[in-house]
């Protein structure tokens, strides 16, 4: 049977800044995904146009601001913790139905 989602995805959800202005996150979730390094023009939710550094399929939905890294880096509470390699920002999603509409695809552009 062909695996849809190889990898495993960590993800820090987005939860506002702190006192000095620096981002805080969530504790981190280790998602189920397929991470394909592939560009593509995108848009923001404000409607700003980006070139994505990948495309990453997964089994739950992410938020916009939110950051993922191929792997797992759950016993770090942000991305931007020198152990982690590869952290990008999500800049935009989509969910796309089946044809049935009985389940939901979940897509993050980096």
Do not use: C
Not at 6 to 13: E, F, G, L, S, V
């Amino acid at each position: 049977m062909l695996d849809l989602f190889p990898h495993k995805i960590t993800y820090w959800a987005p939860n506002g800044t702190d006192d000095f202005s620096v981002e805080v996150f969530d504790e981190p979730a280790l998602l189920d995904g397929r991470w394909e390094d592939k560009t593509e023009t995108k848009r923001t939710p404000q409607g700003d146009e980006f070139t994505s550094q990948a495309r990453v399929f997964l089994s739950e939905p992410v938020s916009e601001g939110g950051w993922i890294a191929k792997g797992d880096y759950t016993l770090y509470n942000s991305p931007h913790h020198g152990a982690v390699k590869g952290a990008q920002e999500v800049r935009s999603t989509e969910t796309i139905p089946d044809l049935r509409g009985l389940s939901e695809e979940y897509r993050a552009y980096l």
